[in-house]
Nanobody, 121 residues
Framework: LQLVELGGGLVQPGGSLKLSCAASGPTLDYYAIGWFRQAPGKEREEVSCISSGGDTTNYADSVKGRFTVSRDNAKRTAYLQMNSLKPEDTAVYYC???????????????WGQGTQVTVSS
């Protein structure tokens, strides 16, 4: 399974971006997708996760109410809609896959290369 993140860029505070995580290889149907981010000088942290069936979603407290995770298994793509962006959201964002349900980040088997999100005026 290979993952590619798309949709990063520069946005002003209060703006929106939608990240995509496109999968190639085996079907995405059996994989939970996690979104993570790493800011300069900080550890990588989990932002959100969606289970393989889409029935369970998790969010970090810092993004609740602003970010929405979703998926379209037919398109082999997961999404992270980010609204009301803040400068502290600036980071490299990664998607990752693990079987079925959301887990700790060390349990994800497949990772994308990351996409830069910069929130600045």
């Amino acid at each position: 399974l290979q993952l590619v993140e798309l949709g990063g860029g520069l946005v002003q505070p209060g703006g929106s971006l939608k990240l995509s995580c496109a999968a190639s290889g085996p079907t995405l149907d059996y994989y939970a997708i996690g979104w993570f981010r790493q800011a300069p000088g900080k550890e990588r942290e989990e932002v959100s996760c969606i289970s393989s069936g889409g029935d369970t979603t998790n969010y970090a407290d810092s993004v609740k109410g602003r970010f929405t995770v979703s998926r379209d298994n037919a398109k082999r793509t997961a999404y992270l809609q980010m609204n009301s962006l803040k400068p502290e959201d600036t980071a490299v964002y990664y998607c990752a896959a693990t079987y079925y349900r959301c887990k700790g980040q060390n349990e994800y088997d497949y990772w994308g290369q990351g996409t830069q999100v910069t929130v600045s005026s």
